[in-house]
């Protein structure tokens, strides 16, 4: 978007040219705050033509959104017998090494629904899916976390109920696709949810039924399917991936992109060339239960030395296809536990 146009001026006594880009500096944490001013303000921060404004200019910044399990308040901190976890969502701001926690959606406030998914799209983080956390049903529910107004509202529901699938969200649209349904049989479907219009549509099938699948969006141009297991081929792990086009609008098969046999959930990222990369094989120190989320040039890497190992969080500088040295950073004890998925929000 080129220009705005404003009937009145936005900020009264200055140019809207000046006005513009007073509001357009301001930080995202500022945003709600500023949104209460007046209608045309809260119009304006609630726009997505005002996060494509920051973005073009450079304003945005994009936070780590990780999934983690907590007990008595904290992430890992103590149980009580027979209290299980509850999930919710940490947010990291690599600009200032911040730490935060998302409020609870209302219709779950003790914990989000197990093994839900997340994408980011147009500044807003959205969940789906996933098991009821008290009667372990899966479900079919879909969140939206505002940044701007920093509320959770409640999208249309998936078409049906899946769990362990790939997701992955390109120019405000969230895409789907494989999993299993409530009667565990793994799924070949694909849909695409258009977060403006608050609609679901069909993509086609996958090529085959992909379980415990992991989705990866390269660019502005495809959206992959990686790995993942048939009904009657439980746990083991396909090699191949199905990629959906976003220009063509049809699928095609990619051959022996990922290791048979290897379990492909949160540690797919894309390497030297824009090709895919496990985290795990990283370094030693984050060989078990790796996730990494890019920000930017650089990316947030998590995982654990050995199975039950203290969980690190590392920096990795990524330039022209190259992966930096990683880098330790310190970490509140009450974010400090193993992250389950995560991925990250430019706001």
Same mark, same amino acid.
């Given at each position: 978007?080129?220009?705005?146009?404003?009937?009145?001026?936005?900020?009264?006594?200055?140019?809207?040219? +000046?006005?513009?880009?007073?509001?357009?500096?301001?930080? &995202?944490?500022?945003?709600?705050?500023?949104?209460?001013? *007046?209608?045309?303000?809260?119009?304006?921060?609630?726009?997505?033509?005002?996060? =494509?404004?920051?973005?073009?200019?450079? =304003?945005?910044?994009?936070?780590? *959104?990780?999934?983690?399990?907590?007990?008595?308040?904290?992430?890992?901190?103590?149980?009580?017998?027979?209290?299980?976890?509850?999930?919710?969502?940490?947010?990291?701001?690599?600009?200032?090494?911040?730490? =935060?926690?998302?409020?609870?959606?209302?219709?779950?406030?003790?914990?989000?629904?197990?093994?839900?998914?997340?994408?980011?799209?147009?500044? !807003?983080?959205? /969940?789906?899916?996933?098991?009821?956390?008290?009667? &372990?049903?899966?479900?079919?529910?879909?969140?939206? &976390?505002?940044?701007?107004?920093?509320?959770?509202?409640?999208?249309?529901?998936?078409?049906? !109920?899946?769990?362990?699938?790939?997701?992955?969200? *390109?120019?405000?649209?969230?895409?789907?696709?494989?999993?299993?349904?409530?009667?565990?049989?793994?799924?070949?479907?694909?849909?695409? &949810?258009?977060?403006?219009?608050?609609?679901?549509? #069909?993509?086609?099938? +996958?090529?085959?039924?992909?379980?415990?699948?992991?989705?990866?969006?390269?660019?502005?141009?495809?959206?992959? /399917?990686?790995?993942?297991?048939?009904?009657?081929?439980?746990?083991?792990?396909?090699?191949?991936?199905?990629?959906?086009?976003?220009?063509?609008?049809?699928?095609?098969?990619?051959?022996?992109?990922?290791?048979?046999? #290897?379990?492909?959930?949160?540690?797919?990222?894309?390497? !030297?060339? @824009?090709?895919?990369?496990?985290?795990?094989?990283?370094?030693?120190? /984050?060989?078990?239960?790796?996730?990494?989320?890019?920000?930017?040039?650089?990316?947030?890497?998590?995982?654990?030395?050995?199975?039950?190992?203290?969980?690190?969080?590392?920096?990795?500088? /990524?330039?022209?296809?190259?992966? @930096?040295?990683?880098? !330790?950073?310190?970490?509140?004890?009450?974010?400090?536990?193993?992250?389950?998925?995560?991925?990250?929000?430019?706001?």
């Amino acid at each position: 978007m080129e220009s705005f146009e404003f009937s009145t001026e936005l900020v009264p006594g200055l140019p809207n040219e +000046l006005g513009l880009e007073c509001l357009t500096r301001l930080p &995202y944490t500022a945003h709600r705050l500023a949104s209460g001013v *007046c209608h045309r303000w809260r119009d304006f921060f609630q726009s997505p033509d005002f996060h =494509y404004h920051r973005k073009k200019l450079g =304003y945005t910044q994009k936070v780590a *959104c990780l999934v983690q399990a907590f007990s008595g308040g904290t992430v890992n901190g103590p149980k009580r017998p027979g209290e299980l976890p509850s999930y919710g969502i940490s947010v990291f701001e690599s600009l200032n090494r911040g730490w =935060y926690r998302l409020p609870p959606v209302p219709k779950y406030p003790n914990g989000l629904p197990l093994f839900f998914q997340l994408a980011s799209c147009e500044e !807003k983080l959205v /969940v789906m899916g996933g098991w009821n956390p008290v009667s &372990y049903d899966p479900v079919a529910d879909v969140f939206i &976390y505002d940044f701007t107004t920093q509320q959770w509202r409640q999208g249309k529901d998936m078409p049906s !109920k899946r769990s362990f699938f790939a997701i992955g969200a *390109c120019s405000g649209r969230v895409y789907i696709a494989g999993g299993h349904d409530e009667n565990k049989n793994a799924l070949r479907t694909a849909w695409v &949810y258009d977060l403006r219009k608050d609609e679901w549509d #069909q993509l086609g099938e +996958l090529s085959k039924e992909r379980d415990e699948c992991e989705g990866v969006v390269i660019g502005e141009d495809e959206f992959w /399917v990686v790995s993942g297991y048939g009904t009657e081929r439980q746990g083991q792990f396909d090699g191949s991936a199905d990629v959906y086009e976003f220009k063509s609008g049809e699928w095609r098969v990619a051959e022996g992109i990922w290791e048979p046999g #290897q379990c492909p959930r949160s540690s797919v990222g894309i390497g !030297k060339g @824009g090709k895919l990369m496990n985290w795990a094989e990283l370094n030693t120190a /984050v060989r078990v239960g790796a996730r990494g989320i890019m920000l930017g040039g650089r990316v947030l890497v998590t995982g654990s030395e050995y199975q039950g190992g203290p969980h690190g969080f590392y920096m990795v500088e /990524v330039k022209e296809g190259q992966i @930096g040295k990683l880098e !330790k950073i310190n970490v509140p004890d009450e974010f400090s536990g193993f992250v389950q998925s995560g991925c990250f929000v430019e706001i």
